[in-house]
């Protein structure tokens, strides 16, 4: 089964939200206006996506803080790197 271009479309109006991707974000919902998608659709999907973000974000802040209150004074000396510098 091959989703179509709408719901496609949909999910990655999500996606962007998510990425915090604006340019992203403004060329799905063209796309998906395009692609058939009406407007309650797509203010849906945002609505979704911004709850999914809210939740992770809350999630995540959550663990940053307990990181912060267990890590050992120089931590991140000993040449462990995760990608991100």
Same mark, same amino acid.
């Given at each position: 089964?091959?989703?179509?271009?709408?719901?496609?479309?949909?999910?990655?109006?999500?996606?962007? /939200?998510?990425?915090?991707?604006?340019?992203?974000?403004?060329?799905?919902?063209?796309?998906?206006?395009?692609?058939?998608?009406?407007?309650?659709?797509?203010?849906?999907?945002?609505? /979704?996506?911004?709850? /999914?973000?809210?939740?992770?974000?809350?999630?995540?802040?959550?663990?940053?803080?307990?990181?912060?209150?267990?890590?050992?004074?120089?931590?991140?000396?000993?040449?462990? /790197?995760?990608?991100?510098?």
């Amino acid at each position: 089964m091959k989703l179509d271009d709408r719901i496609t479309e949909l999910i990655a109006i999500g996606s962007s /939200v998510t990425a915090n991707c604006q340019p992203c974000l403004k060329y799905h919902v063209d796309k998906a206006l395009e692609s058939g998608a009406r407007d309650i659709e797509i203010a849906q999907a945002i609505e /979704v996506a911004q709850m /999914v973000r809210k939740g992770a974000a809350a999630k995540m802040d959550t663990f940053a803080s307990a990181m912060s209150k267990t890590a050992p004074a120089g931590a991140g000396a000993s040449g462990e /790197v995760c990608g991100c510098r």
